[in-house]
């Protein structure tokens, strides 16, 4: 049931709803959640079928689109989006002003809003041509500012992307390819990755979605505002999640401490990290998927008997099983997953999360677009309940 509240504004009510838990900030087609029967729809198409059918560039013309693409669409979009894959030799630059050991989401906070500044005053955002442009740009660009801030924290050398790989294959291409010896891909791998990137393409209004929304909403540039949504993504609570698992599951170590760690999190001296959901309160869609996906590519690579996989099974069944869980509707969730499955394809845990800001972009940006495009956009500005000092004068520094 939904009210719609803003006529209330006129008669100077409003609501207090802190952490959005009951209001909706906007309309939009792009992406429905069915969080009680756990479900998911990009533009009405079940996740498991673009998962399963589809492949990361095609949901991104979907999701931008709002339409499947004809093989002739699809061929265009994607010259479209991978002539801008290059970075100009100015953005490159940037890099060197960080630390080595900076962490890669810290590096892509500042070169994503520095593009802001190579792209700005030729952008109009009003003219829905240089929004598709912007659009393109940024999906094209990500994956190679992601795996230039992995290889300068390594002291690789820069590298190019190629011509004739699939969107993630050249995503590996430029993190692991070294003057010396090419990457070889594995199908199977890319496979996986390519539906990461599908599972992480768009949430509806997460918390760094609304950030790029509420940016977006004064007119700011759009390079400027995916920044931001990379900014928010990074909190463990959000899309820092992956990351923690993998320390999480670091830090149990064995099986034996599983039933301790359980104890503790009951305790609340813990987080099971990669469990819960503000919406879903049934298993996530994409945790499933990402499960069978998990069992694939550790098969392909023969670490069937990988003891953190076992340690997460672990996990996973006792919280399954066991009444606080079940009585908070705590489920695992995409990323309880995705750090295995990357963690065996050798990411390091430190790309995780760029890995998720990566594949987020796409939904990011549409939910921009869509917000420019309204002609009934406002700015966002939520009110606040004032629990301040009431008014009084200033006291002289002598007299405090
Ligand atoms: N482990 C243990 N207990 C939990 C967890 C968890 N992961 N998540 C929620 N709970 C408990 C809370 O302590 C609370 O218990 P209480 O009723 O006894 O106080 C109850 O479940 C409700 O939790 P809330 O914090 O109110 O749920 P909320 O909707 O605000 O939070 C969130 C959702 C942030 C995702 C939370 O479940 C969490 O921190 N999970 C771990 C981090 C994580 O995996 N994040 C990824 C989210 S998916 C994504 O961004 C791709």
Known sequence: DVVDIRAFSKTGMFTFDPGFLATAS????????????????????????????SDYLEVCYLLLNGELPT?????????????????????????????????????????????????????????????????????????????????????LPFSYPKNGLTYAENFLHMMFSTPCEEYKVNAVTARALDRIFTLHADHEQNASTSTVRLAGSSGANPFACIAAGIACLWGPSHGGANEAVLKMLDEIGSVDNVAEFMQGVKDKRYKLMGFGHRVYKNMDPRAAIMKKTCDEVLTELGLQNDPKFKLAMELEKIALSDPYFIERKLYPNVDFYSGIVLSAIGIPVSMFTPIFALARTVGWISHWTEMIADPAMKIGRPRQLYTGAPRRDFIDEGNR
């Open 26 to 53: 906007c309309e939009s087609a792009i992406t429905f959640i069915d969080g009680d029967i756990g479900q998911l729809y990009y533009r009405g198409y079940p996740i498991e079928q673009l998962a399963e059918k």
């Open 71 to 155: 093989a002739a669409q699809r061929a265009e979009f994607e010259r479209g989006v991978m002539r801008h894959n290059m970075l100009h030799d100015q953005i490159i630059s940037f890099y060197k002003g960080f630390r080595r050991d900076a962490h890669p989401m810290a590096v892509m906070v500042g070169v994503v809003g520095a593009l802001s500044a190579f792209y700005h005053d030729s952008l109009d955002i009003n003219n829905s041509e240089h929004r598709r442009i912007s659009a393109h740009r940024l999906i094209a660009k990500l994956p190679n500012i992601a795996a230039q801030a992995y290889r300068y924290n390594k002291g």
